[in-house]
């Protein structure tokens, strides 16, 4: 297991359930985009990895949280890990927690995010290391088989999303193939008609 810095030792703030995006606990009927925790096995519900960038370079886990928080009415930080420049690994939202990462496609998602523009920058060795075992481990421990980024979801908007950025997407269906995943999303098939 790689080494992962605790919600407690960056000083996350707690799951907020009066936040105006995932508001209250979810329930299938009434409240479906409320706060979902998985009731069952993790390793019968999470089947992908998704892979962010932030966008944004100068900014640690706490600034993330308070961004989500704060500013899009998330009950937490989106993600559920964040890799900072350094390769530390920071917890994000608890893993038993439905992240708020890929509009529509949350559920069973793991969001991972490298902090950083990779439009801009590329990403350091130390990041790409950390998201190389960090993955693995998740792969091994959830048997989760699928590897995706962001953009290769539907567009959620009618310009898309250029995450994880040109620098590091490109970088993801090696790292997958590497790691015996399939690059793509389960059960996902594309306008081209491919499934990735």
């Known amino acids: 297991m790689p080494t992962i810095i605790s919600r407690a030792e960056w000083d996350a703030r707690p799951l907020n359930l009066e936040a105006p995006d995932e508001f209250g ?5 009434y409240n479906p985009e409320g706060v979902l925790v998985y009731p069952d096995n993790l390793r019968e519900v999470l089947n992908t990895i998704v ?37 530390i690994i920071y917890e994000g939202r608890e893993l038993n927690v439905r992240g708020a990462h890929v509009q529509g496609f949350n559920t069973g998602s793991v969001g991972i995010v490298l902090l950083g523009n990779f439009n801009d920058e590329q990403p350091s060795e130390a990041q790409l ?21 962001h953009k290769d979801y539907p567009a959620q908007s009618p310009d898309g ?9 490109p970088l993801l269906p090696d790292i997958a193939r590497s ?13 081209d008609g491919s499934d990735h």
């Open 51 to 87: 892979v962010h960038h932030s966008a944004f370079s100068h900014a640690g886990p706490a600034e993330i949280q308070g961004l989500h928080m704060d500013r899009r009415g998330f009950a937490d930080v989106a993600y559920h890990f964040l890799i900072d420049v350094e390769g």
């Open 161 to 169: 999303t250029e995450c994880p950025g040109d620098n590091l997407y």
């Open 179 to 191: 790691l015996g995943m399939k690059y793509g999303i389960e059960g996902y098939v594309g306008p």
């Open 129 to 149: 290391s950390s998201l190389r075992g960090l993955v693995d481990y998740l792969r091994y421990t959830y048997e989760i088989r699928y590897l995706a980024g």
């Open 25 to 29: 606990v979810f329930d299938s009927q």
